[in-house]
């Protein structure tokens, strides 16, 4: 039965609020069926492809129009009033009980659970995603085709260091057309290299562009550990399908609890709200990457990192020069070539690939066998980076810590560790606290070691304290808390 705009449905006013909800709901969304959905118990619309949290005061007219609440006075008459603000507060906050669950929006075809590639636009029940889609559906290319091919002779036209990073560069553009159908978690995807300009940036921007049609928001990530939660906590708000960090700071050591437990999660996690004293639960359904120059990971990260290693060449000639303007152009022949590895995948009856990474089974199950049945070698080929010049300057300065007559580390002052560095000729370190009170950025720079836990051959820098100062000494990795034996 059409539902007529210009008279709003009368409701009777008496009643519990849970009841009045309900029924101004019914008239809501008998109203506007595709207009509001839910989103994590809370109600959105969909605009320019976003998922928009909808407020009371651009409800406020929707709701005049469907409904309004008819009160009958003691004197028999009867008074028609708007529906109280409480009511439309509520309608937010109860969403999943009037409206349709919308996960998210896509831009892309994507990979569904049950193993169907979802081409046709609009909201697929299943994965309770909505694909948004202009033209005709894109068929599947097999790469194994002179186009296809060189379409991923374009696509990865990158100064890798070895077949598996190329490998792995492949999968990053996967996992974004496969992550509705991997229930669990995704690895950090980290693009690192020894040097700027060998065109990190470039492959994390190019693999948005494929992904969503434009460039990805880049993330910042801030050295300071504390400012990283609060960090990550605000940028999980906005529920981003690629989390880009860009151009982490050189030397930081990329990890954290936050981190660690968000890359992890199979479910919700708590998310502080910064300056409101709140906390939410969110479902974590980003991909993670990050781009570094001589990154260094904690002993936690190595274990959910996946490397992308870019050489440095000096004046390389690239087949595709303008990438990015490249894959606007082309980019339903690039989406159709990287749905062909799917579809063979599918075909071949998913089979398995020869590696996986521990706590990522489905992840490694998906991207890894298509990369493996499309023939990209090197699969989980090699582990984290290699560590920078600093780190392996602090490698040896543990290695060669002096020690009391019975054998233990002693402790020393950062002064007394800076009279250590110059002994061993550390020239990275060094060169790390030149300038000003060289103890003094000693001092730092062990206190930013033992605050991140950074792990070197099964130890850790730990921190002590003492009349006038703060001493240090190396202690194995798990035994932190222990005496020092002094």
């Known amino acids: 039965m059409p539902v007529d705009l210009d008279?709003?449905?009368p409701i009777d006013a008496k009643g519990p609020d849970c009841e009045l909800t309900d029924r101004v709901a019914d008239a809501l969304h008998g109203c506007f069926p595709d207009r509001y959905w839910s989103h994590e118990n809370r109600l959105v619309r969909r605009q320019d492809d976003r998922m928009v949290r909808v407020t009371v005061p651009e409800l406020s007219p929707q709701v005049a129009r469907a409904a309004t609440l008819v009160e009958v006075l003691k004197d028999g008459t009867v008074r028609n009033r708007p529906v109280p603000?409480?009511?439309?507060r509520d309608l937010l906050y109860s969403a999943d009980a009037h409206c349709r669950p919308l996960e998210g929006i896509t831009r892309a075809p994507f990979l569904a659970p049950n193993g169907d590639l979802v081409v046709t636009p609009g909201y697929h029940p299943p994965t309770q995603l909505w694909l948004s889609w202009e033209g005709a559906p894109i068929t599947p290319v097999s790469p194994t085709t002179p186009d296809g091919a060189d379409v991923l002779e374009r696509l990865l036209d990158f100064p890798f260091v070895d077949t598996a990073d190329r490998t792995h560069a492949l999968g990053l553009f996967l996992v974004l057309l496969q992550r509705p159908a991997i229930s669990g978690p995704v690895p950090l995807h980290l693009i690192a290299s020894t040097a700027p300009g060998t065109g990190k940036t470039t492959l994390g921007r190019a693999a948005g562009l494929v992904a969503f049609g434009e460039e990805p928001i880049l993330y910042g990530l801030d050295g300071w550990r504390g400012e990283q939660g609060r960090q990550l906590h605000t940028y999980l708000q906005d529920a981003p399908p690629l989390m880009l960090l860009d151009n982490l700071p050189t030397g930081a050591v990329l990890g954290g609890s936050d981190l660690h437990r968000i890359l992890t999660s199979t479910g919700r996690v708590a998310v502080r709200i910064v300056r409101s004293g709140r906390t939410t639960m969110l479902k974590v359904r980003s991909v993670f990457a990050a781009t570094a120059n001589h990154p260094a990971l904690d002993v936690d990260m190595q274990r959910r990192t996946v490397t992308i290693r870019l050489a440095e060449v000096k004046h390389r000639a690239y087949r595709t020069p303008d990438l990015a303007g490249w894959l606007r152009s082309?980019?339903?022949?690039?989406?159709?070539?990287?749905?062909g590895l799917i579809q063979d995948w599918l075909d071949a009856g998913r089979p398995a690939p020869a590696a996986s990474l521990k706590g990522f089974d489905v992840w490694s199950q998906v991207v890894g066998g298509v990369l493996s049945h499309g023939g990209f070698e090197g699969f989980l080929g090699h582990g984290p980076p290699p560590p920078s010049p600093l780190d392996q300057d602090f490698a040896e300065l543990l290695s060669s810590w002096p020690?009391?007559?019975?054998?233990?580390?002693?402790?020393?002052r950062p002064g007394q560790v800076l009279g250590v560095a110059e002994q061993l000729a550390l020239t990275a370190l060094l060169d790390r606290v030149a300038g000003g009170c060289r103890a003094s950025r000693m001092g730092r720079i062990l206190h930013r070691r033992a605050t991140e836990r950074w792990v070197c051959n099964g130890q850790v820098i730990v921190r002590g304290s003492q009349r006038g100062g703060a001493d240090y000494r190396p202690q194995p990795y798990g035994m932190e808390g222990s005496s020092s034996g002094r």
Request: glycine share 4%; charged share 25%; hydrophobic share 35%.
């Open 7 to 9: 008279t709003p449905l």
């Open 85 to 88: 603000t409480r009511i439309q």
């Open 403 to 412: 020690a009391d007559p019975d054998g233990r580390p002693r402790p020393l």
């Open 330 to 339: 082309h980019r339903r022949q690039v989406l159709a070539v990287l749905l």
